[in-house]
């Protein structure tokens, strides 16, 4: 069974960093190209960041460029979100993603568009505090 777990999430100051990790079972971590993805509550899901597959190319939102770093670690099977310099409007619940699209990530127009189903981990709270 492919299963994607996520953790690393928490309750941090503004202006302080975490690391998010995305970990695969049942898959390798570099079959699919993997997203983050965030939903506050009332807002709709946006995607923050994603890494190829095959080259290990990314891409951030505007929101999180120069901020957060996604890495990928084909040893220990798992996708980093380094985040740094948090602002409160950051909270949210993170999720991973593996997109069954090789389309995905190629291109910005891509970061939030993709075909299929992916598979989903259950998601980590982060809580910015001001």
């Known amino acids: 069974e492919r299963q994607l777990v996520e953790s690393g999430g928490g309750l941090v100051q503004a202006g302080g960093s975490l690391r998010l990790s995305c970990y695969a079972s049942?898959?390798?971590?570099?079959?699919?190209?993997i997203g983050w993805f965030r939903q506050a509550p009332g807002k709709e899901r946006e995607a923050v960041s994603c890494i190829t597959s095959n080259t290990g190319s990314t891409l951030y939102a505007s929101s999180a460029e120069g901020r957060f770093t996604i890495s990928r670690d084909n040893a220990e099977n798992t996708v980093y979100l380094q985040m740094n310099s948090l602002k409160p409007e950051d909270s949210a619940v993170y999720y991973c993603?593996?997109?069954?699209?090789?389309?995905?990530?190629?291109?910005?127009?891509?970061?939030?568009?993709?075909?299929?189903?992916?598979?989903w981990g259950k998601g980590t709270p982060v809580t910015v505090s001001s």
């Open positions: 049942g898959f390798k971590i570099d079959d699919y190209p």
């Open positions: 993603a593996a997109v069954r699209d090789p389309l995905y990530c190629i291109g910005r127009y891509y970061l939030d568009h993709y075909n299929g189903d992916p598979y």
